[in-house]
C-alpha cells in the first residue's frame, strides 16, 4: 500500500520568517523565490479582487505540478508589500493618502523546489482553462532579498495597525537604522475566515544603517 508523501509547509519548516513577537526586533532574511502581482488601488477595488483571483489560479496550478512530481506542499500565506510615492516619514503620512493611490504587490513565497518552468507552465494552462483571467500576464516569478529587517506582530484589524506600526517604527530610530524598503505584511489568518480583532500580521521593513 502506497504511503503518502507529506505536504511541505514553509509555516513550519521557516519559523524565523513565518513567526514575530508584539515587541520589535531585528532579523536577516536571505533571497526566495515569490509569485507576485503588482497594482495601484485601493483593497476593496475590483482589480484588486482580480490580481488576486490571477495570483492563486497560478499558485494552484503550480502546486498541482509539484504534486505530480511528489513535491505537494500547502499553498504558504498570502503577503503585500505597500507605498505611496510621497516619502514617508511618520504613519501618519500614509494613513491620509486615500487608499485610490496605493501602491501595492500581493506576494505569496515559494519552496526551493519550485523553477520558472513550474511557473511558466501554469501561466500556459490557465490562459487555455481561464480565459477570463485578462490579467494573467500581470503574475510574475520573482527572487527577492529584503536582508536585514525589522518586524513586529500585530494583532487585530489592519485599520488598527497605527499604534504597532509607531512602536516598530520608533525602534528603527531608536537601533540608529533607516527604512530601506516598503511596507511587508504577512497574514498569518485569512481575513474572510477570522474575525477582524482575531487577525494576526506580522508587519516588516528592510532597514539599514543611516
Known amino acids: 500500500m502506497e504511503t503518502m508523501t507529506e505536504k511541505l509547509d514553509l509555516k513550519k519548516l521557516d519559523k524565523v520568517y513565518y513567526t514575530a513577537k508584539t515587541t520589535p526586533e531585528i532579523i536577516d532574511l536571505d533571497s526566495y523565490f515569490y509569485v507576485t502581482i503588482q497594482g495601484q488601488s485601493s483593497p ?3 482589480r484588486f479582487i482580480q490580481a488576486l ?3 492563486y489560479a ?4 503550480i502546486k498541482f505540478l509539484a504534486k505530480a512530481e511528489d513535491n505537494d506542499f500547502v499553498v504558504p500565506k498570502m503577503e503585500g508589500q505597500w507605498w505611496i510615492e510621497q516619502e ?3 504613519m ?3 494613513l491620509k493618502v486615500p487608499k485610490s493611490e496605493w501602491h501595492w504587490k500581493i506576494m505569496v513565497r ?3 523546489f519550485i523553477e520558472g518552468d513550474h511557473f511558466h507552465r501554469s501561466i500556459e494552462s490557465i490562459k487555455i482553462r481561464k480565459p477570463e483571467l485578462s490579467n494573467i500576464d500581470q503574475v510574475h516569478f520573482e527572487l527577492i532579498n529584503e536582508g536585514t529587517c525589522a518586524q513586529i506582530l500585530h494583532n487585530g484589524s489592519y485599520d488598527a495597525e497605527a499604534p504597532t506600526l509607531e512602536k516598530l517604527h520608533a ?3 531608536q537601533e540608529e537604522m533607516k527604512i530601506a524598503g516598503h511596507h511587508h505584511e504577512i497574514y498569518l489568518k485569512d481575513p474572510m475566515k477570522n474575525e477582524q480583532e482575531k487577525l494576526k500580521t506580522i508587519i516588516r521593513y528592510p ?3 543611516k
Open 44 to 46: 476593496d477595488d475590483p
Open 207 to 209: 532597514i539599514t544603517k
Open 58 to 61: 497560478t499558485l494552484y496550478g
Open 88 to 90: 514617508v516619514k511618520k
Open 53 to 55: 483571483e490571477a495570483l
Open 171 to 173: 525602534f528603527i530610530e
Open 92 to 94: 501618519d503620512d500614509f
Open 110 to 112: 515559494m519552496p526551493d
